[in-house]
């Protein structure tokens, strides 16, 4: 009897490298007993999409596909809404979906991050029926949302003084 168990459906291997040496490293095959895995330039980990180079562009696309879907429906039914309810509408399928493993945001450039603002802006505009051409800072501020960088700084922060501070009895995992 084999000593591993190995699902080849499930197996994927991903190269980590530059753009430059990407060129060079394509299609890299890993032989592990009798299975080869072939390399592969996305990998999907608890629903976040890794690339091998680690921007997190396909992640954030799908990201935005799915929030602007969503805002879509939630703008065609959003005049039947009360405020409190789009609200809760919006903080429970976007924002969720936006705050979701943001912490691997940290330290991407800014143009990624102003993908994931724009949508953020966009669900701050249906919720306050808010016209376009408003600016937008003044609404974020009414609706007590930080800007996404903001946010995404103030969970890992967050996490942090919890993993310190945190009671002996509750998330002994997180603790020092």
């Given at each position: 009897?084999?000593?591993y168990?190995?699902?080849?459906?499930?197996?994927?291997?991903?190269?980590?490298?530059?753009?430059?040496?990407a060129?060079?490293?394509?299609?890299?095959?890993?032989?592990f007993?009798?299975?080869?895995?072939?390399?592969?330039?996305?990998?999907?980990?608890?629903?976040?999409?890794?690339?091998?180079?680690?921007?997190?562009?396909?992640?954030?696309?799908?990201?935005?596909?799915?929030?602007?879907?969503?805002?879509?429906?939630?703008?065609?039914?959003?005049c039947?809404?009360?405020?409190?309810?789009?609200?809760?509408?919006?903080?429970?399928?976007?924002?969720?979906?936006?705050?979701?493993?943001?912490?691997?945001?940290?330290?991407?450039?800014?143009?990624s991050?102003?993908?994931?603002?724009?949508?953020?802006?966009?669900?701050?505009?249906?919720?306050?029926?808010?016209?376009?051409?408003?600016?937008?800072?003044p609404?974020?501020?009414?609706?007590?949302?930080?800007?996404?960088?903001?946010?995404?700084?103030?969970?890992?922060?967050?996490?942090?003084?919890?993993?310190?501070?945190v009671?002996?009895?509750?998330?002994?995992?997180?603790?020092?």
């Amino acid at each position: 009897m084999d000593a591993y168990k190995l699902n080849s459906d499930k197996t994927e291997v991903m190269l980590f490298t530059s753009k430059h040496k990407a060129i060079h490293m394509e299609n890299v095959t890993v032989c592990f007993g009798d299975i080869n895995i072939i390399s592969v330039n996305t990998v999907r980990n608890l629903g976040v999409i890794f690339d091998s180079a680690l921007n997190l562009e396909q992640q954030l696309n799908n990201i935005c596909r799915s929030g602007y879907h969503q805002l879509r429906n939630i703008g065609h039914i959003r005049c039947y809404l009360t405020s409190d309810a789009s609200k809760s509408l919006v903080n429970g399928l976007i924002r969720s979906r936006l705050d979701y493993c943001n912490a691997l945001l940290n330290g991407l450039p800014q143009t990624s991050i102003n993908k994931l603002q724009r949508i953020y802006n966009t669900a701050a505009m249906i919720v306050t029926r808010t016209s376009r051409r408003s600016h937008i800072t003044p609404i974020l501020k009414d609706l007590h949302w930080l800007p996404v960088t903001n946010r995404v700084q103030f969970k890992i922060l967050m996490h942090t003084y919890k993993a310190l501070h945190v009671n002996k009895l509750q998330d002994t995992y997180l603790t020092c």
